[in-house]
């Protein structure tokens, strides 16, 4: 390897254990990163393309599948534009049964993130824990859906499945064991001598920018953007409830834009979600759960439909918006999704800038991208073209190292 | 930018005001859901191509926005138009608040250009280079990306995928999955019958 700083480092595209492929290029100086440039679009699967031979119904189980994490959110965000185009009134309990699922995504979804930024970090017991307590919100989930994944739950016009008497026990159960958790999950992330200093000041993102780039969720709350579509934008049955949005000062800290903000915002989503669950338990109104059941009869309203329409949810990442065209034919003439890591990633050569090495893996982390990163990384010399691989399991050492040094 | 919140109406105004003769038309899209049935409102504004810029630097004045993204479709094989929606919204972060802004535009095929507004909104950039890629539409101003940023970056050039007409994506590269059947020299199943 030659000696000549600056070196280039690519960062993925491929790491099995994460969720999605991308590639980041680190032009670095010593263990100081000078900037950054990601190339997601690794696994381009054409989804957008598909949509536009089918029908709504059958694109709703297409939306199920953009994700593994988010299973409810771009199915919602779906469902909610075509209602719009067809004039389709969604039953009110629907509503209900929509947002209980969605806050259960959003628990499950933190809790995955949390362990997975405590991987990075190096606490593997950590980790370990927050998986293990996801497990509850998966059963929930299950329960509920009869799915871990692809929950399947949407329908045009309303839900599936509804959540009867006798499901109420279970959810109860989860949620009362994670009232009872939260406490000590709260002390484990936030009050840690060493993810309070590995965090704190690292993956600045400022409120300017935060705004420039029109960041969504809880990267952009933890940069001291208030938005929030569940408070701001109201859907579903988010409406009735009276919300706030999770600012990092919920732990009575400042903004700081910063990665511990990050995780504040998220610890503190997971006490509210629960509350919401359990407002909509209480206060879930009679009736049906579809505006009609005959799938054919769903269609024909479907293929009538004329227009244009945007649908949102607010996704445990933030913002997913799906925009629909219809023109009186059985397929959609448009269809796009903006998943809300698309406003999320690209403030990575922003944050990334100035970082050391070995805090690459939390702060790429931190932004909860839907994109796998860390696999392989090569340290490619820009003069010699000479490539030394590290694997992921090197750089995360590197963290993990730094980890036990501030420890020692 | 003020501070006040103005109701739907007030902003297409003020918007038609700015741009004159460029807007086309223009319709507010309300929608109630839950028991309470609090409203959410969506702003759609047909404008000409020539003045999205403007567009934007007028909304700019009535509120700092949030870009969702720049969506974009093609209107058919024989139309020789693309359309682009801008998504907006404002007063995001006031509760209850929030309109969407939906500027709608007709972009010809034939000289599919738009011009950037990273001017006004640095992180545009991403979305921008997506209409690129998607569509084949030049950004006008836009810095060139180094790689693409949402294809492989072996993907053929001059073959768009959301493309409808002999742009689009050739038969050749569609895989049909159902029909490649059983891959060759593969180990038999280890208990009989059941694949043929």
Redesign the interface.
């Known amino acids: 390897m030659a000696k000549k700083a600056p070196y280039i480092v690519p960062v993925g595209p491929i790491h099995p254990a994460l969720k999605e492929p991308v590639h980041i290029e680190l032009t670095v100086v010593g263990e100081e990163v000078i900037s950054a440039?990601f190339?997601?679009?690794?696994t381009?699967r054409?989804i957008?393309?598909m949509g536009l031979s089918r029908n709504p119904v059958q694109i709703v189980h297409l939306t199920d599948r953009i994700c593994g994490i988010c299973g409810v959110t771009h199915s919602l965000a779906f469902a909610r534009a075509v209602e719009?185009i067809a004039d389709i009134t969604?039953p009110?309990r629907a509503?209900y049964v929509r947002v209980i699922i969605a806050e259960f995504e959003r628990i499950q979804s933190h809790l995955l993130w949390a362990g997975v930024a405590a991987h990075e970090l190096g606490f593997d017991t950590l980790f370990y824990l927050a998986w293990r307590v996801r497990e509850e919100a998966m059963d929930a989930i299950e329960c509920i859906t009869g799915n871990r994944v692809n929950y399947d739950i949407i329908q045009i016009g309303g839900v599936r499945r509804d959540i009867t008497e006798v499901q109420h026990a279970q959810i109860r159960k989860c949620l009362d064991s994670y009232k009872e958790l939260f406490g000590k999950l709260k002390n484990m992330f936030l009050e840690d001598a060493v993810i309070n200093s590995r965090c704190k000041g690292t993956g600045l993102l400022s409120f300017e920018?935060a705004?420039?780039?029109?960041?969504?969720g809880p990267t952009a709350r933890a940069s001291g953007?208030?938005?929030?579509?569940r408070?701001?934008?109201?859907?579903?049955?988010?409406?009735?409830l009276a919300l706030k949005?999770i600012m990092p000062t919920a732990y009575g800290t400042e903004v700081n834009g910063d990665t511990y903000d990050r995780i504040v915002v998220r610890v503190f989503e997971i006490a509210q979600s629960i509350e919401i669950i359990e407002e909509c338990l209480a206060?879930m109104?009679a009736g049906p759960v579809l505006w009609e059941e005959k799938v054919a009869k769903i269609l024909a309203a479907c293929k009538k439909a004329e227009g244009?329409?945007?649908g949102?949810h607010e996704a445990p990442r933030g913002?997913c918006?799906h925009?629909v065209?219809m023109d009186k034919a059985e397929a959609p003439?448009?269809w796009?999704v903006?998943a809300s890591s698309?406003?999320n990633?690209?403030v990575w050569p922003l944050i990334l800038k100035g970082a050391q090495l070995a805090d690459i893996p939390i702060i790429v982390a931190s932004v909860d991208p839907c994109l796998s990163c860390t696999d392989r990384v090569a340290i490619t010399d820009a003069d010699a073209h000479k490539t030394k691989i590290f694997t992921k399991e090197e750089l995360t050492r590197m963290s993990y190292e730094k980890t036990r040094r501030m420890r020692a | 930018m003020t501070d006040e919140i103005l109701p739907a109406a007030a902003v297409v105004e003020r918007l038609t005001a700015a741009l004159g003769n460029a807007v086309i038309d223009s319709r507010i899209q309300i929608r109630a859901e839950g028991k309470e049935k609090r409203e959410n409102t969506n702003i759609w504004i047909t404008i000409q191509r020539d003045a999205v810029h403007a567009a934007v630097e007028a909304l700019m004045q009535i509120w700092y926005p949030h870009l969702s993204c720049i969506a974009g479709y093609d209107k058919g094989a024989d139309s020789p138009d693309l359309r682009v929606q801008y998504i907006f919204s404002i007063y995001g972060g006031v509760t209850a608040s929030e309109y969407m802004v939906i500027f709608s535009l007709n972009v010809p095929k034939a000289n599919a250009r738009l011009p950037t507004i990273t001017d006004l909104l640095e992180g545009a950039a991403f979305t921008e280079h997506e209409k690129t890629e998607y569509l084949g539409i030049t950004i006008d101003g836009l810095a060139p990306a180094a790689h693409k940023f949402f294809l492989p970056q072996d993907f053929p050039d001059n073959v768009y995928p959301l493309r409808k007409d002999d742009k689009k994506i050739p038969d050749a590269m569609i895989k049909d999955l159902w029909a490649c059947g059983r891959p060759a020299g593969r180990p038999p199943a280890p208990l009989g019958g059941g694949e043929e």
């Open positions: 440039d190339t997601p679009g690794q381009h054409g957008e393309w719009q969604v009110e509503d920018k705004m420039a780039y029109s960041t969504v953007c208030t938005a929030d579509l408070v701001d934008y109201p859907y579903a049955a988010y409406g009735d949005p206060n109104p244009e329409a945007v949102r913002e918006l925009y065209a003439i448009a796009k903006k698309y406003s990633l690209h």
